[in-house]
């Protein structure tokens, strides 16, 4: 069992950033793969970024050069920096852990941008 506690989100004016945080309660090192996702009501939740337990990343059309994921493994926490943030970014966000096979979500953290 995984447990992810999500920080850092709020309401920000457009073009301004954020960090958001997600705490795990083992080794990030020991998950497959840490991702950030988020979902807006009456929709799906869509993948943001991820990150390998080998430092690989990837990350949406719309994150690409605006957002950085990154880990810190002393700490057992992925970051989300998000920059030069846009209203359509409004969303609730959330951490997931894939570890063996086995999938876990956090609780999410809301971010609003307003313009």
């Known amino acids: 069992q995984v447990h992810l506690v999500e920080s850092g989100g709020g309401l920000v004016q457009a073009g301004g950033s954020l960090r958001l945080s997600c705490a795990a309660s083992r080794s990030i090192i020991s998950m497959n793969l840490m991702s950030w996702y988020r979902q807006t009501p009456g929709k799906q939740r869509e993948l943001v970024a991820g990150i390998t337990s080998g430092g690989s990343t990837n990350y949406a059309d719309s994150a690409k050069g605006r957002f950085t994921i990154s880990g810190d493994s002393a700490k057992n926490t992925v970051y989300l920096k998000m920059n030069n943030l846009k209203p359509e970014d409004t969303a609730v966000y959330y951490c997931?852990?894939?570890?063996?096979?086995?999938?876990?979500w956090g609780q999410g953290t809301q971010v609003t941008v307003s313009s």
């Open positions: 997931r852990a894939f570890s063996s096979g086995s999938v876990y």
